[in-house]
Nanobody, 115 residues
Framework: QVQFVESGGGLVQPGGSLRLSCAAS????????MAWYRQAPGTQRESVAV???????RYADSVKGRFTISRDNAKNTLYLQMISLKPMDTAIYYC?????????WGQGAQVTVSS
């Protein structure tokens, strides 16, 4: 069963940048659409960026123009480049298949945007 390990989170000031990484235990990125999700306290987990197998991308309106999803198939790694971060981006970020059926969630990466 595929497993995901997210990394790269941290504390950043508003306007700052971070790059998240997601290492997968198998070569799945060319087989399944992948996505980054986030969950803020008291809210439901939501998808913010989707990468289809044909490399087309989709973004939530709240992150469009600021977040970029990409992958490195050779490294079995998914990335999320985040710029112009806002306090509203504070959440735990997860990667998973899109939709996330049949794959367990990793521990996530905490992103905190605060001055």
């Amino acid at each position: 069963q595929v497993q995901f390990v997210e990394s790269g989170g941290g504390l950043v000031q508003p306007g700052g940048s971070l790059r998240l990484s997601c290492a997968a235990s198998g070569s799945i990125f060319s087989i399944y659409p992948m996505a980054w999700y986030r969950q803020a306290p008291g809210t439901q987990r939501e998808s913010v960026a989707v990468l289809m197998t044909d490399t087309t991308t989709r973004y939530a309106d709240s992150v469009k123009g600021r977040f970029t999803i990409s992958r490195d198939n050779a490294k079995n790694t998914l990335y999320l480049q985040m710029i112009s971060l806002k306090p509203m981006d504070t959440a735990i970020y997860y990667c998973n298949k899109y939709p996330p059926r049949g794959a367990p969630w990793g521990q996530g990466a905490q992103v905190t945007v605060s001055s």
